[in-house]
């Protein structure tokens, strides 16, 4: 058996302090994650980030910056993830859009109304994702290189 990690993306984007976030039904429990999802079949890692943020909250996003990647690997799986987390701004917003049907959604939310105990996170890497971003920590996208 080989193992293969999980690729995703996630997005950043803040407006006025809060932060685009969905929520959604994971094993029966509304939980709250940024705008993230799996990075398709010969798709870039950025047009990833692009599409998961449309598809799931209706925002037309301008990647910025590369946040970092994180690994996560769930305590009750044997799965293992490995998260390219962007910077975006916030380009268009189009609120007839159709949105991913696995999302309840959308909300633009603080770090503090994050941390609030009745708030279940997808992760852990919902708020040190956030907690990075504030902290200033930003990447050039061209670090990433793949092929034309």
Not at 95 to 113: C, F, G, K, M, V
């Given at each position: 058996?080989?193992?293969?990690?999980?690729?995703?993306?996630?997005?950043?984007?803040?407006?006025?302090?809060?932060?685009?976030?969905?929520?959604?039904?994971v094993?029966?429990?509304?939980?709250?994650?940024q705008?993230?999802?799996?990075?398709?079949?010969?798709?870039?890692?950025v047009?990833a980030?692009?599409?998961?943020?449309?598809?799931?909250?209706?925002?037309?996003?301008?990647p910025?910056?590369?946040?970092g990647?994180?690994?996560?690997?769930?305590?009750?799986?044997?799965?293992?993830?490995?998260r390219?987390?962007?910077?975006?701004?916030?380009m268009?917003?189009h609120?007839?859009?159709?949105?991913?049907?696995?999302?309840?959604?959308?909300?633009?939310?603080?770090?503090?109304?994050l941390?609030?105990?009745?708030?279940?996170?997808?992760?852990p890497?919902?708020?040190?994702c956030?907690?990075?971003?504030?902290?200033?920590?930003?990447?050039?996208?061209?670090?990433?290189?793949?092929?034309?």
């Open positions: 058996m080989i193992w293969t990690p999980r690729a995703t993306v996630a997005t950043i984007v803040e407006k006025d302090q809060t932060f685009l976030t969905v929520s959604e039904q094993k029966g429990q509304l939980v709250f994650n705008p993230a999802g799996h990075i398709e079949a010969n798709e870039k890692i047009d980030a692009i599409r998961e943020t449309f598809e799931e909250t209706g925002w037309e996003v301008k910025c910056y590369l946040l990647v994180y690994i996560y690997r769930p305590s009750a799986s044997d799965l293992t993830f490995h390219y987390c962007f910077i975006a701004e916030p268009q917003h609120p007839d859009h159709q949105l991913d049907p696995d999302i309840d959604a959308t909300h633009w939310l603080s770090l503090e109304q941390n609030q105990s009745d708030i279940h996170l997808r992760s890497l919902v708020v040190q956030i907690k990075d971003y504030l902290a200033g920590i930003r990447y050039p996208l061209a670090v990433i290189h793949e092929d034309e």
